[in-house]
């Protein structure tokens, strides 16, 4: 059974940045995809990075430039840096992961789930 931590979360002001980050265990090893979602209230989950077995990336267009995802296959830990950021990126960030190649955003691709860590961007 899979198993993601996230932290790292919290409020920060806009322009600043906040790095995530999701400690992963039961069995989870480099054949994963994993990914970073958010959610804000009365919106739906949305994809925003995610990082294929090979290390390919995909982002968001929303987060194209600001934000940057990384893995460490070794550590088991996924890792979400936030630059910049704005308002409109005040959520509940989840860590996800699913075993196949990836990179996707689509959250119907993936099967565990973290608890997700609140980021608050305030103006």
């Known amino acids: 059974e899979v198993n993601l931590v996230e932290s790292g979360g919290g409020s920060v002001q806009s322009g600043g940045s906040l790095r995530l980050s999701c400690a992963a265990s039961?069995?989870?090893?480099?054949?994963?995809?994993m990914g970073w979602f958010r959610q804000a209230p009365g919106k739906e989950r949305e994809g925003v990075a995610a990082?294929?077995?090979?290390?390919?990336?995909t982002y968001a267009d929303s987060v194209k430039g600001r934000f940057t995802i990384t893995r460490d296959n070794a550590k088991n830990t996924l890792a979400l840096l936030m630059n910049h950021l704005k308002p409109e990126d005040t959520a509940k960030y989840f860590c996800?992961?699913?075993?196949?190649?990836?990179?996707?955003?689509?959250?119907?691709?993936?099967?565990?789930w973290g608890q997700g860590t609140q980021v608050t961007v305030y103006s």
């Open positions: 039961g069995g989870l090893n480099s054949t994963f995809c």
């Open positions: 990082i294929g077995t090979d290390g390919r990336t």
């Open positions: 996800a992961a699913e075993l196949g190649a990836g990179p996707s955003l689509s959250r119907d691709d993936f099967g565990w």
